[in-house]
């Protein structure tokens, strides 16, 4: 039998679908179909956000740097900016440095205790080169304080998709309409049409049960290309993004009757279809985890797919608990970001795994982590302190240490940060810079 794989949908997730099987697949797969009927067709946003894991998936795409420059309209992404009652700047990276294997927000406990801690992110390379708006490729000496952030990109969308389109024609996909899955008897179908999942839909207690999107995008240069800020509204949250070109702002009703509702697919996998992306889960996405999602869901599949002459739905099981496990984490950390939009507290969370990590770090100071996570555990310590949740337990191993050494070397730290971002030159004269290079123009930054 053919092993011909079905995508459905003509969306940014579906292309990439499509080029991930053509690539990763090929010597597992003979056929890759996509079938972007109109029926299938959905607003794609004008902007998107690829946090620093989906490096590893691009690469797999075959889509360098190179390309998401000057085919996508790509700039470099360095966090978020959350502007609740306090600013805060969630980057990606690493905050403070850690000592005698105690983490760095023991000892910054330490210091709030006396009144002498900076704001935890002034801590943070990124976080300074993210309120800056400068940046540089973190540096290869792990040694050096310039290679202790990471960063991600913001995509144009409709840039995006069409790039993405045209490297999966190029890899060798095929289109087709969805009339032709039952003429062709598709060994797969993967459901990357956007639209949530047949079958039992799950909620998650700690988020709305439906949202509203309103994006407006406006042509006026865009502003910190470094960060995207997340801010409440009366009635909602503003996610501003800014790509290279246009500056978009996306504003996501959190109320009752919303045209998306929030949750996720029971059973993404049933038979020999799988729902993956949109089509397997619906979030608010302060965090923009579509990409995130829709890699892990593309290796989870690839890692249990049964050898030749085995009926496909045989690993069904195991790929939903997993995914549903993976869905569920993701949930977890947009519920944490809206927390620290409403500072309301110690927020009783409804969630098992959402309420443990929270007890946990309150008590411990430090998060549990479960498998087929896709936050660091600095991710979520970051995200906690954020969102206003303070360990009430210092380590003895911090407390042990001297109090006069401790401040000085966090302070010397927070200079030196504050140093080395200021020697950077901005994103944008960074990026003409590299364009120019692209272009085989002389320039220098």
């Not at 360095?78 to 850690?98: D, K, M, N, S």
């Not at 900076?118 to 300074?128: K, L, N, R, V």
């Not at 969102?387 to 911090?398: H, Q």
Request: charged share 20%; aromatic share 8%.
């Amino acid at each position: 039998m053919s092993r011909t794989v079905f995508i459905l949908g003509d969306t940014v997730e579906a292309w990439a679908t499509g080029l991930y099987v053509r690539r990763v697949l090929d010597k597992l797969v003979d056929n890759v179909v996509i079938a972007p009927s109109a029926e299938h067709r959905t607003s794609e946003p004008s902007a998107l956000v690829a946090p620093p894991q989906t490096k590893r998936f691009f690469s797999s795409l075959g889509l360098t740097e190179e390309i998401l420059f000057r085919e996508a309209g790509a700039s470099f992404l360095l966090g978020a900016e959350i502007r609740a009652q306090e600013t805060f700047t969630l980057a990606y990276g690493q905050y403070g440095v850690p000592a005698n294997s105690v983490p760095f927000h023991h000892f910054w406990m330490r210091m709030m205790d006396v009144d002498a801690a900076a704001p935890f992110d002034h801590y943070s390379f990124g976080a300074e080169l993210a309120r800056s708006g400068r940046f540089v490729h973190p540096s290869p000496d792990p040694k050096r304080i310039e290679s202790s952030f990471d960063y991600g990109y913001t995509l144009e969308g409709t840039a995006f998709g069409a790039c993405l389109r045209a490297q999966a024609l190029s890899a060798g996909v095929m289109q087709a309409s969805a009339q032709d899955i039952e003429e062709v008897s598709p060994w797969l179908v993967l459901d990357c049409t956007g639209r949530e999942s047949r079958g039992n839909w799950v909620s998650w207690p700690d988020l709305p049960e439906s949202f509203s999107v309103d994006e407006e995008v406006s042509e006026e240069p865009s502003g910190n290309l470094s960060v995207y800020t997340v801010q409440r509204l009366a009635d909602g949250v503003s996610i501003c993004l800014h790509p290279r070109k246009p500056t978009v702002t996306r504003r996501l009703g959190i109320s009752a009757g919303g045209e998306c509702r929030t949750g996720r697919s029971e059973a993404p996998w049933r038979g020999n279809a799988v729902s993956l992306g949109g089509s397997a889960c619906q979030l608010p996405g302060l965090h923009s985890p579509q990409f995130l999602l829709l890699h892990a869901q593309l290796d989870l599949l690839a890692s249990l797919l049964p050898a030749e002459n085995v009926a496909v739905d045989v690993v069904a099981a195991e790929y939903n608990r997993r995914a549903t496990r993976m869905m569920d984490n993701v949930a977890d950390f947009d519920a944490l970001a809206l927390t620290s939009l409403k500072k309301a507290g110690l927020w009783r969370y409804s969630a098992p795994s959402l309420a443990r990590k929270a007890e946990q770090f309150v008590s411990r100071g430090r998060p549990v982590t479960y498998d087929d996570e896709l936050y660091s555990e600095q991710d979520w310590i970051a995200a906690f302190i954020g969102a206003g949740f303070l360990p009430e337990r210092v380590s003895p191993l911090a407390l042990a240490a001297p109090l006069e050494a401790v401040e000085r070397n966090y302070e010397g730290l927070r200079r030196a940060i504050v140093q080395a971002a200021s020697r950077l030159p901005d994103q944008q004269q960074y990026l003409d810079h590299l364009l120019s290079i692209q272009q085989g123009a002389p320039n220098a930054v």
